[in-house]
């Protein structure tokens, strides 16, 4: 659930902690992805301990679709 959430939120231009946690509470498609859970700013320990390679991973395949997806304009 959080790496949607984070994933939605770089791709939205939301990388703070605490702005992702007001989203989560006031926007409908932030509420959608966490399911109505409604994890604290705390969980930043998440996104740095478990994921950053997982999110450079991620960025490096969505850089790769960027670049498909320009080349066939």
Do not use: C
Request: glycine share 6%; aromatic share 8%.
């Amino acid at each position: 659930m959080l790496l949607k959430v984070l994933i939605y939120g770089y791709i939205s231009n939301t990388y703070s902690s605490r702005q992702i946690e007001q989203a989560i509470q006031n926007n409908i498609h932030y509420m959608w992805l966490s399911g109505m859970q409604r994890p604290d700013h705390n969980t930043n320990r998440f996104r740095n301990d478990k994921i950053k390679g997982v999110l450079k991973e991620a960025g490096l395949i969505a850089m790769v679709h960027n670049l498909a997806k320009m080349g066939k304009n």
